[in-house]
């Protein structure tokens, strides 16, 4: 921890204004306490950990320090509590709240607001990312929280790559509302090492928990408060995002195969038996980006194919299209089934729009419609701006 009483009760801070000789001295001559338990900590300056208090071995006072002392927290925590306060604004850095006892890393006031910030390093249960929620929450604060920059993205100096979330890190992608049906989503991360925000945006579901993101760096000493929001990607941008995204189709279509010669049961194997033609050469119009496509974990290429063996059964178009088949066809997939049904509208507004004849899979097969999708998703989306 970064903060302390001395033994007259007055509060201490530790900035990186003070020299490790000074706080040396210091330490000869004062005490530090504990300001939960009021024990005695020690005043530690060593050479790869920031100065910091910490408590002796043998200790109940853990839990409401809840990160314990890992530097590359104790590093974030100071830098964030600066650009706070290099902002003239009002931090208390590891301030105790007794109504929720709960200690957020910083609590900053903006404007009439009190803002708790949580830098988190480690990874928890999610159960106690909510009961801290909720405890803000009764205080009718909302916090920010603010991930450790993952290892795998702290080099990378891509504008756009494909990350795996793990299902912690996808607990912490922020939705912002937007004038378009589809909200803005940003991953927001800090590399104390490197002082760097990394953004991650703009996300399209590819399989799985996986994701083409545009990725934005930015210096501690170029953000503001409220933090910045990433900018509509460049057209350079969303053609490397269709890129990753028709690469991961590519992918996934030649995997499948394999699914059937290990003899696994696979209804899109199945179903593009049943339609004669190899997954590999599914038209560009089945596995394509449209808005809402999250809702399915799986791949576009498969729901898609899915549901158009699934309205091909009824003997229609898309333009004489029955709700009911909508509605038994998500029932066959796990997850939002609301969402999966809004996705599944939106696909086949794309077919109308499109005039695809949904009995021709030799139509469009060389055709592609992934950028101009997703041109469309994001200028839809940042229109307001
Ligand atoms: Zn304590």
Same mark, same amino acid.
């Given at each position: 921890?970064?903060?302390?009483?001395?033994?007259?009760?007055?509060?201490?801070?530790?900035?990186?204004?003070?020299?490790?000789?000074?706080?040396?001295?210091?330490?000869?001559?004062?005490?530090?306490?504990?300001?939960?338990?009021?024990?005695?900590?020690?005043?530690?300056?060593?050479?790869?950990?920031?100065?910091?208090?910490?408590?002796?071995?043998?200790?109940?006072?853990?839990?409401?320090?809840?990160?314990?002392?890992?530097?590359?927290?104790?590093?974030?925590?100071?830098?964030?509590?600066?650009?706070?306060?290099?902002?003239?604004?009002?931090?208390?850095?590891?301030?105790?709240?007794?109504?929720?006892?709960?200690?957020?890393?910083?609590?900053?006031?903006?404007?009439?607001?009190?803002?708790?910030?949580?830098?988190?390093?480690?990874?928890?249960?999610?159960?106690?990312?909510?009961?801290?929620?909720?405890?803000?929450?009764?205080?009718?604060?909302?916090?920010?929280?603010?991930?450790?920059?993952?290892?795998?993205?702290?080099?990378?100096? !891509?504008?756009?790559?494909?990350?795996?979330?793990?299902?912690?890190?996808?607990?912490?992608?922020?939705?912002?509302?937007?004038?378009?049906?589809?909200?803005?989503?940003?991953?927001?991360?800090?590399?104390?090492?490197?002082?760097?925000?990394?953004?991650?945006?703009?996300?399209?579901?590819?399989?799985?928990?996986?994701?083409?993101?545009?990725?934005?760096?930015?210096?501690?000493?170029?953000?503001?408060?409220?933090?910045?929001?990433?900018?509509?990607?460049?057209?350079?941008?969303?053609?490397?995002?269709?890129?990753?995204?028709?690469?991961?189709?590519?992918?996934?279509?030649?995997?499948?195969?394999?699914?059937?010669?290990?003899?696994?049961?696979?209804?899109?194997?199945? !179903?593009?038996?049943?339609?004669?033609?190899?997954?590999?050469?599914?038209?560009?119009?089945?596995?394509?980006?449209?808005?809402?496509?999250?809702?399915?974990?799986?791949?576009?290429?498969?729901?898609?194919?899915?549901?158009?063996?699934?309205?091909?059964?009824?003997?229609?178009?898309?333009?004489?299209?029955?709700?009911?088949?909508?509605?038994?066809?998500?029932?066959?997939?796990?997850?939002?089934?609301?969402?999966?049904?809004?996705?599944?509208?939106?696909?086949?507004?794309?077919?109308?729009?499109?005039?695809?004849?949904?009995?021709?899979?030799?139509?469009?097969?060389?055709?592609?419609?992934?950028?101009?999708?997703?041109?469309?998703?994001?200028?839809?989306?940042?229109?307001?701006?």
């Amino acid at each position: 921890m970064l903060t302390a009483h001395t033994a007259s009760g007055k509060q201490v801070v530790l900035t990186r204004q003070m020299s490790p000789a000074s706080l040396r001295d210091w330490r000869k001559n004062e005490t530090f306490h504990c300001p939960q338990c009021k024990e005695q900590v020690l005043l530690k300056v060593g050479e790869i950990v920031i100065p910091h208090f910490s408590h002796q071995q043998q200790t109940n006072c853990r839990d409401s320090f809840s990160e314990g002392e890992s530097p590359t927290h104790l590093l974030g925590k100071t830098q964030l509590y600066e650009l706070f306060t290099a902002h003239q604004l009002p931090t208390v850095l590891e301030p105790f709240l007794p109504d929720i006892k709960q200690r957020p890393d910083l609590l900053v006031t903006w404007q009439t607001q009190q803002v708790p910030i949580e830098f988190q390093c480690s990874t928890i249960p999610i159960s106690h990312v909510n009961e801290r929620n909720a405890g803000y929450r009764m205080l009718a604060m909302l916090p920010i929280w603010i991930l450790v920059t993952p290892r795998a993205i702290q080099s990378s100096s !891509a504008s756009v790559l494909t990350h795996r979330f793990s299902r912690f890190q996808q607990h912490f992608i922020r939705h912002i509302d937007s004038v378009a049906s589809e909200q803005l989503s940003i991953f927001l991360t800090y590399n104390p090492e490197k002082q760097q925000f990394h953004y991650l945006s703009h996300f399209i579901h590819l399989r799985g928990t996986q994701f083409a993101v545009c990725h934005s760096v930015m210096r501690m000493k170029h953000q503001t408060v409220p933090f910045a929001v990433p900018a509509a990607p460049s057209s350079a941008e969303i053609q490397e995002l269709a890129r990753h995204y028709l690469t991961a189709r590519r992918k996934y279509l030649r995997s499948v195969i394999g699914y059937n010669q290990r003899g696994i049961h696979h209804r899109f194997l199945r !179903a593009c038996y049943e339609m004669r033609i190899q997954p590999i050469q599914l038209p560009a119009w089945i596995g394509v980006p449209t808005f809402g496509q999250e809702a399915f974990t799986e791949s576009d290429s498969e729901w898609q194919l899915l549901l158009i063996a699934a309205m091909r059964q009824t003997r229609r178009t898309q333009f004489q299209l029955d709700a009911g088949v909508l509605h038994s066809f998500v029932k066959t997939f796990e997850g939002d089934s609301v969402k999966q049904l809004d996705a599944c509208k939106h696909y086949v507004d794309f077919l109308r729009q499109r005039r695809i004849d949904i009995y021709r899979m030799d139509q469009f097969s060389g055709g592609d419609f992934v950028p101009g999708i997703l041109a469309g998703r994001f200028l839809a989306m940042h229109a307001r701006n």
